[in-house]
Protein backbone atom coordinates (compact mmCIF):
# COMPACT_ATOMS: atom_id res chain seq x y z
CA UNK A 1 0.00 0.00 0.00
CA UNK A 2 1.60 3.86 -0.89
CA UNK A 3 2.14 5.22 2.29
CA UNK A 4 1.36 9.11 2.78
CA UNK A 5 3.83 11.99 3.78
CA UNK A 6 3.01 12.16 7.90
CA UNK A 7 1.53 15.27 9.08
CA UNK A 8 5.05 16.94 9.72
CA UNK A 9 6.47 16.19 6.26
CA UNK A 10 4.17 18.26 4.59
CA UNK A 11 4.59 21.32 6.87
CA UNK A 12 8.14 21.10 6.31
CA UNK A 13 8.51 20.05 2.71
CA UNK A 14 5.70 23.17 2.47
CA UNK A 15 8.19 25.39 3.99
CA UNK A 16 10.84 24.12 2.21
CA UNK A 17 8.85 24.22 -1.39
CA UNK A 18 7.63 28.19 -0.60
CA UNK A 19 11.50 29.29 0.36
CA UNK A 20 12.56 27.69 -3.30
CA UNK A 21 9.46 29.60 -4.68
CA UNK A 22 10.91 32.99 -3.12
CA UNK A 23 14.60 32.19 -4.27
CA UNK A 24 13.21 32.15 -8.19
CA UNK A 25 11.29 35.30 -7.70
CA UNK A 26 14.28 36.86 -6.10
CA UNK A 27 16.68 36.67 -8.62
CA UNK A 28 14.26 36.90 -11.42
CA UNK A 29 15.43 40.20 -14.03
CA UNK A 30 12.05 41.25 -13.76
CA UNK A 31 8.50 40.51 -12.42
CA UNK A 32 6.95 41.19 -15.55
CA UNK A 33 7.70 38.61 -17.34
CA UNK A 34 5.60 36.02 -18.61
CA UNK A 35 5.40 32.52 -17.04
CA UNK A 36 5.56 29.88 -19.73
CA UNK A 37 3.46 27.31 -17.97
CA UNK A 38 0.90 29.97 -17.26
CA UNK A 39 0.98 32.05 -20.02
CA UNK A 40 -1.75 34.28 -19.16
CA UNK A 41 0.29 35.54 -15.46
CA UNK A 42 3.59 37.46 -15.31
CA UNK A 43 5.85 36.46 -12.43
CA UNK A 44 4.03 39.04 -10.32
CA UNK A 45 0.40 37.44 -11.16
CA UNK A 46 2.33 34.25 -9.93
CA UNK A 47 2.82 35.48 -6.72
CA UNK A 48 -0.23 37.16 -5.53
CA UNK A 49 -2.30 33.89 -6.53
CA UNK A 50 0.71 32.20 -4.13
CA UNK A 51 -0.02 34.67 -1.27
CA UNK A 52 -3.60 35.19 -1.92
CA UNK A 53 -4.69 31.52 -2.24
CA UNK A 54 -2.55 30.78 0.78
CA UNK A 55 -4.21 33.29 2.96
CA UNK A 56 -7.15 32.20 2.09
CA UNK A 57 -6.52 28.58 2.65
CA UNK A 58 -5.06 29.26 6.02
CA UNK A 59 -8.16 31.00 7.29
CA UNK A 60 -10.21 28.34 5.67
CA UNK A 61 -8.47 26.15 8.01
CA UNK A 62 -8.79 27.89 10.85
CA UNK A 63 -12.52 28.55 10.67
CA UNK A 64 -12.88 24.93 11.08
CA UNK A 65 -15.24 22.04 10.08
CA UNK A 66 -18.78 24.08 10.45
CA UNK A 67 -17.56 26.82 7.94
CA UNK A 68 -17.53 27.07 4.35
CA UNK A 69 -14.25 28.31 2.38
CA UNK A 70 -13.12 31.85 4.15
CA UNK A 71 -11.65 34.60 2.60
CA UNK A 72 -8.39 36.47 4.38
CA UNK A 73 -10.19 39.45 5.87
CA UNK A 74 -8.38 42.47 5.75
CA UNK A 75 -5.34 41.29 4.35
CA UNK A 76 -2.94 43.11 2.76
CA UNK A 77 -2.92 43.63 -0.96
CA UNK A 78 0.58 42.02 -3.09
CA UNK A 79 3.06 44.87 -2.93
CA UNK A 80 4.62 45.41 -6.16
CA UNK A 81 8.10 46.13 -4.76
CA UNK A 82 9.96 43.41 -4.86
CA UNK A 83 11.41 42.99 -1.05
CA UNK A 84 8.12 43.99 0.29
CA UNK A 85 6.69 41.18 -1.61
CA UNK A 86 8.60 38.74 -0.81
CA UNK A 87 8.00 39.39 2.50
CA UNK A 88 4.45 39.55 1.85
CA UNK A 89 4.66 35.87 0.58
CA UNK A 90 6.88 34.72 3.37
CA UNK A 91 3.84 36.01 5.46
CA UNK A 92 1.53 34.38 3.83
CA UNK A 93 2.77 31.11 4.05
CA UNK A 94 3.42 31.23 7.49
CA UNK A 95 -0.15 32.22 8.27
CA UNK A 96 -1.17 28.65 6.43
CA UNK A 97 1.49 26.78 8.25
CA UNK A 98 0.54 28.05 11.85
CA UNK A 99 -3.30 28.03 11.17
CA UNK A 100 -2.38 24.08 10.11
CA UNK A 101 0.07 23.07 13.11
CA UNK A 102 -2.88 24.62 15.28
CA UNK A 103 -6.02 22.64 13.24
CA UNK A 104 -3.19 19.08 13.81
CA UNK A 105 -4.27 17.00 10.46
CA UNK A 106 -7.78 15.22 11.40
CA UNK A 107 -9.98 18.25 12.20
CA UNK A 108 -12.47 18.66 9.37
CA UNK A 109 -12.09 21.44 7.13
CA UNK A 110 -14.21 22.91 4.01
CA UNK A 111 -12.57 21.64 0.55
CA UNK A 112 -13.41 21.48 -2.93
CA UNK A 113 -13.05 17.36 -3.27
CA UNK A 114 -16.21 16.27 -1.50
CA UNK A 115 -16.87 13.70 -3.88
CA UNK A 116 -12.96 12.40 -4.44
CA UNK A 117 -11.35 9.69 -2.35
CA UNK A 118 -9.45 12.11 -0.12
CA UNK A 119 -10.87 12.95 2.83
CA UNK A 120 -12.20 16.70 4.22
CA UNK A 121 -9.39 17.14 6.80
CA UNK A 122 -6.56 19.87 7.48
CA UNK A 123 -4.00 17.20 6.73
CA UNK A 124 -5.62 16.43 3.28
CA UNK A 125 -5.67 20.01 2.80
CA UNK A 126 -1.91 20.25 4.14
CA UNK A 127 -1.23 17.42 1.49
CA UNK A 128 -2.47 19.33 -1.31
CA UNK A 129 -1.50 22.72 -0.23
CA UNK A 130 2.10 20.92 -1.16
CA UNK A 131 1.75 20.14 -4.24
CA UNK A 132 0.04 23.62 -5.31
CA UNK A 133 3.14 25.01 -4.00
CA UNK A 134 5.71 22.92 -5.48
CA UNK A 135 4.03 23.00 -9.17
CA UNK A 136 3.96 26.75 -8.75
CA UNK A 137 7.78 26.63 -7.57
CA UNK A 138 8.35 25.31 -10.93
CA UNK A 139 6.56 27.49 -12.78
CA UNK A 140 8.56 30.49 -11.12
CA UNK A 141 11.92 28.28 -11.81
CA UNK A 142 10.83 27.34 -15.58
CA UNK A 143 10.52 31.50 -15.89
CA UNK A 144 14.14 31.83 -15.28
CA UNK A 145 15.40 29.01 -17.75
CA UNK A 146 16.18 26.83 -14.85
CA UNK A 147 13.41 24.21 -14.38
CA UNK A 148 14.51 21.49 -11.41
CA UNK A 149 13.07 18.65 -10.67
CA UNK A 150 10.24 17.93 -7.80
CA UNK A 151 11.74 16.55 -4.58
CA UNK A 152 11.71 12.82 -4.95
CA UNK A 153 9.14 12.89 -1.52
CA UNK A 154 7.27 15.39 -2.79
CA UNK A 155 6.65 13.60 -6.29
CA UNK A 156 6.20 10.20 -5.32
CA UNK A 157 3.31 11.66 -2.96
CA UNK A 158 2.00 13.90 -5.27
CA UNK A 159 0.52 11.22 -7.84
CA UNK A 160 -1.33 9.27 -5.51
CA UNK A 161 -3.08 12.74 -3.65
CA UNK A 162 -3.70 14.13 -7.54
CA UNK A 163 -5.43 10.97 -8.79
CA UNK A 164 -7.41 10.79 -5.30
CA UNK A 165 -8.10 14.40 -5.38
CA UNK A 166 -8.69 15.51 -8.22
CA UNK A 167 -9.59 12.31 -10.41
CA UNK A 168 -11.67 10.00 -8.30
CA UNK A 169 -15.18 11.23 -8.29
CA UNK A 170 -18.56 10.34 -8.53
CA UNK A 171 -19.40 11.97 -11.85
CA UNK A 172 -20.46 9.76 -14.66
CA UNK A 173 -17.58 9.36 -17.09
CA UNK A 174 -19.23 10.25 -20.72
CA UNK A 175 -17.28 7.74 -22.44
CA UNK A 176 -16.49 3.97 -22.54
CA UNK A 177 -15.79 2.56 -19.36
CA UNK A 178 -12.11 2.34 -19.27
CA UNK A 179 -9.05 1.66 -16.81
CA UNK A 180 -5.27 3.38 -17.18
CA UNK A 181 -2.96 2.50 -15.04
CA UNK A 182 -0.12 4.88 -13.84
CA UNK A 183 3.54 3.81 -13.00
CA UNK A 184 6.05 5.38 -11.34
CA UNK A 185 10.07 4.33 -12.42
CA UNK A 186 10.88 4.53 -8.47
CA UNK A 187 8.47 1.67 -8.13
CA UNK A 188 5.16 2.47 -7.52
CA UNK A 189 1.80 1.96 -9.84
CA UNK A 190 -2.29 3.42 -9.83
CA UNK A 191 -5.05 2.60 -11.98
CA UNK A 192 -7.78 5.03 -12.85
CA UNK A 193 -10.76 3.39 -13.64
CA UNK A 194 -13.57 5.56 -15.07
CA UNK A 195 -17.38 4.32 -16.06
CA UNK A 196 -20.79 5.40 -15.24
CA UNK A 197 -20.14 5.35 -11.75
CA UNK A 198 -17.28 7.96 -11.49
CA UNK A 199 -13.65 7.56 -11.35
CA UNK A 200 -11.70 5.25 -9.05
CA UNK A 201 -8.48 4.65 -7.68
CA UNK A 202 -6.42 1.71 -6.88
CA UNK A 203 -3.09 1.28 -5.60
CA UNK A 204 -1.45 -1.41 -7.22
CA UNK A 205 0.89 -3.34 -5.41
CA UNK A 206 4.27 -2.96 -7.85
CA UNK A 207 4.35 -2.25 -11.48
CA UNK A 208 2.51 -4.16 -13.50
CA UNK A 209 1.55 -6.46 -11.20
CA UNK A 210 -1.81 -6.15 -12.00
CA UNK A 211 -2.36 -6.37 -15.12
CA UNK A 212 0.98 -8.90 -15.75
CA UNK A 213 0.22 -7.92 -19.12
CA UNK A 214 0.56 -4.28 -21.94
CA UNK A 215 -1.82 -1.95 -22.32
CA UNK A 216 -4.31 -3.31 -24.18
CA UNK A 217 -3.16 -6.87 -24.24
CA UNK A 218 -5.61 -9.55 -22.27
CA UNK A 219 -9.34 -9.40 -20.51
CA UNK A 220 -7.65 -7.70 -17.22
CA UNK A 221 -5.21 -5.24 -19.18
CA UNK A 222 -5.60 -1.19 -18.90
CA UNK A 223 -6.79 0.47 -22.16
CA UNK A 224 -3.84 2.62 -21.46
CA UNK A 225 -1.01 3.21 -19.14
CA UNK A 226 1.71 5.83 -18.59
CA UNK A 227 5.24 5.70 -17.02
CA UNK A 228 7.57 8.16 -15.92
CA UNK A 229 9.30 9.29 -12.75
CA UNK A 230 6.88 10.73 -10.25
CA UNK A 231 8.06 14.19 -11.21
CA UNK A 232 7.69 13.91 -14.51
CA UNK A 233 3.94 12.61 -14.18
CA UNK A 234 2.72 15.20 -11.23
CA UNK A 235 4.37 17.81 -14.09
CA UNK A 236 2.08 15.74 -16.84
CA UNK A 237 -1.35 15.72 -14.39
CA UNK A 238 -1.03 19.30 -13.69
CA UNK A 239 -0.60 20.22 -17.01
CA UNK A 240 3.12 21.56 -17.40
CA UNK A 241 4.69 19.20 -19.80
CA UNK A 242 3.03 17.20 -22.58
CA UNK A 243 1.75 13.18 -21.88
CA UNK A 244 4.45 13.06 -24.69
CA UNK A 245 6.58 13.44 -22.21
CA UNK A 246 5.80 9.88 -20.25
CA UNK A 247 6.11 6.30 -21.90
CA UNK A 248 2.75 5.93 -23.43
CA UNK A 249 0.73 2.49 -24.29
CA UNK A 250 -2.23 1.60 -25.64
CA UNK A 251 -4.85 4.23 -26.40
CA UNK A 252 -3.29 7.38 -26.56
CA UNK A 253 -6.66 9.16 -26.80
CA UNK A 254 -7.71 8.66 -23.49
CA UNK A 255 -5.32 10.85 -22.29
CA UNK A 256 -7.08 13.89 -24.29
CA UNK A 257 -10.64 12.62 -22.85
CA UNK A 258 -9.19 12.90 -19.16
CA UNK A 259 -7.53 16.05 -19.20
CA UNK A 260 -10.82 17.67 -21.56
CA UNK A 261 -12.94 16.14 -18.58
CA UNK A 262 -14.75 18.37 -15.59
CA UNK A 263 -16.71 16.16 -13.30
CA UNK A 264 -19.29 18.08 -11.38
CA UNK A 265 -18.65 18.99 -8.04
Known sequence: MTRTLEFAA?????????????AAV?????????????PEWTLFDLVQHLGEGRRSW???????PAAAKSASEGAPAAPREREALLA?????????LDALREAGPDRGCWTWWGTSESPQTSGAVARHQLQEIAVHAYDAQITLGAPQPLPDEVALDGVDEFLSTCCATTSAWPHKP??????VT????????VSADGARITRLPTPGTMPATAAGEGPDAAAASARGTAGELVLTLYGRIPVDSLKVDGDRGLFDLLQAWEPEE
Open 26 to 38: ASAPSLDVQVPTC
Open 178 to 183: AAVDFH
Open 186 to 193: EGRSWRLS
Open 88 to 96: WLAASTQQL
Open 58 to 64: AATVAAG
Open 10 to 22: LLRLIDERSTAFR
